[in-house]
């Protein structure tokens, strides 16, 4: 028992796992921060490891969360929270429902548990849009799904109740998949056929575009979706018309489905791009310039 003089009692500076098989997408420190005023001796002899009375917090302690991403535990994904946090015993908040460090708020629950595979490297990217702090993006699509169990790769004859229990496909599989009603399993059938626009010039120019950081999709001139990005070198906006994603298979064979910046770093963008590249330049490969497109890339930065 240390006596009313002592320090308070603070959690070694610890760091949450990195690995996404944990199911955390980005980084997520927690920092003890405490006071140098005494504490009383009561409040000492709890540690945060051990509950000797798990009831108590600890006082003039608190956590400096700095949490970006998403956990699964327990079949509830939660987001990982930010700002200073108490310093109780698991059972008590900040720790809530699963024992956590800085846990948010459940933001989904699974229907079948957690994820059991290790995570999908085609959607991680996708995924660590909408954790980043940058975004704060809220998951629109659907994608918070991939880290619950009914959210792993399906393949042909996988039972299904619906053609969501049939996303998304296994790699293996080279069109996509979709619920037969009749047996309730997954069948295969085409990817989406390229649309008569897809690829082509979007008709923008260089001047006006918008910030151009790495590569984005907006609005075309030419087409309802436009994939640009800054081409230094040739100073023109490369571009191409796509098509609006979630998956792989929503795009059509030869594409895979990317994440992306909105235009003047709005919520992340899903479109396809043809090829097999999903990281930046290389997935910039099928864009190509116009002669309409030179002008100033101080424009393209305003």
């Given at each position: 028992?240390?006596?009313?003089?002592?320090?308070?009692?603070?959690?070694?500076?610890?760091y949450?796992?990195?690995?996404?098989?944990?199911?955390?997408?980005?980084?997520?420190?927690?920092?003890?921060?405490?006071?140098?005023?005494?504490?009383?001796?009561?409040s000492t002899?709890?540690?945060?490891?051990g509950?000797?009375?798990?009831?108590?917090?600890?006082?003039?302690?608190?956590?400096?969360?700095?949490?970006?991403?998403?956990?699964?535990?327990?079949?509830?994904?939660?987001?990982?929270?930010?700002?200073?946090?108490?310093c109780?015993?698991?059972?008590?908040?900040?720790?809530?429902?699963?024992?956590?460090?800085c846990?948010g708020?459940?933001?989904?629950?699974?229907?079948?548990?957690?994820?059991?595979?290790?995570?999908?490297?085609?959607?991680?990217?996708?995924?660590?849009?909408?954790?980043?702090?940058?975004?704060?993006?809220p998951?629109t699509?659907?994608?918070?799904?991939?880290?619950?169990?009914?959210?792993?790769?399906?393949?042909?004859?996988?039972?299904?109740?619906?053609?969501?229990?049939c996303?998304?496909?296994?790699?293996?599989?080279?069109?996509?998949?979709?619920?037969?009603?009749?047996?309730?399993?997954?069948?295969?059938?085409?990817?989406?056929?390229?649309?008569?626009?897809?690829?082509?010039?979007?008709?923008?120019?260089?001047?006006?575009?918008?910030?151009?950081?790495?590569?984005?999709?907006?609005?075309?001139?030419?087409?309802?979706?436009?994939?640009?990005a800054?081409?230094?070198?040739?100073?023109?906006?490369?571009?191409?018309c796509?098509?609006?994603?979630?998956?792989?298979?929503?795009?059509p064979?030869?594409s895979?489905?990317?994440?992306?910046?909105?235009?003047?770093?709005?919520?992340?963008?899903?479109?396809?791009?043809?090829?097999?590249?999903?990281?930046?330049?290389?997935?910039?490969?099928?864009?190509?310039?116009?002669?309409?497109?030179?002008?100033?890339?101080?424009?393209?930065?305003?």
């Amino acid at each position: 028992m240390a006596d009313a003089a002592a320090p308070p009692v603070c959690h070694p500076l610890g760091y949450a796992s990195l690995s996404r098989a944990a199911w955390l997408v980005g980084f997520v420190p927690a920092l003890a921060a405490c006071s140098s005023e005494p504490v009383p001796a009561a409040s000492t002899d709890a540690s945060l490891e051990g509950a000797a009375k798990p009831d108590a917090c600890v006082p003039n302690c608190h956590w400096d969360c700095m949490g970006t991403g998403y956990r699964c535990m327990d079949g509830d994904v939660f987001s990982l929270a930010r700002g200073a946090m108490k310093c109780c015993h698991p059972g008590d908040p900040p720790f809530t429902k699963h024992g956590e460090w800085c846990e948010g708020p459940t933001v989904h629950q699974c229907q079948t548990g957690c994820r059991q595979q290790p995570q999908d490297e085609r959607y991680a990217a996708c995924l660590d849009y909408l954790a980043s702090i940058h975004w704060l993006a809220p998951d629109t699509k659907g994608l918070i799904r991939l880290l619950c169990h009914e959210g792993e790769p399906k393949h042909v004859l996988d039972p299904c109740a619906s053609d969501e229990d049939c996303r998304p496909v296994e790699t293996s599989v080279p069109g996509a998949l979709r619920c037969d009603t009749a047996t309730h399993r997954c069948i295969e059938y085409p990817r989406p056929a390229e649309p008569v626009d897809y690829g082509s010039h979007c008709g923008l120019a260089l001047s006006g575009s918008g910030w151009v950081g790495s590569d984005f999709a907006k609005p075309g001139d030419t087409c309802k979706l436009c994939h640009v990005a800054l081409d230094s070198a040739s100073n023109c906006l490369a571009q191409a018309c796509t098509m609006e994603c979630l998956l792989d298979e929503d795009c059509p064979a030869g594409s895979v489905c990317v994440c992306g910046d909105g235009t003047q770093i709005q919520s992340p963008q899903h479109y396809c791009v043809k090829g097999t590249a999903r990281t930046f330049p290389e997935r910039t490969a099928w864009l190509s310039c116009a002669s309409t497109d030179a002008g100033s890339t101080d424009a393209a930065s305003d």
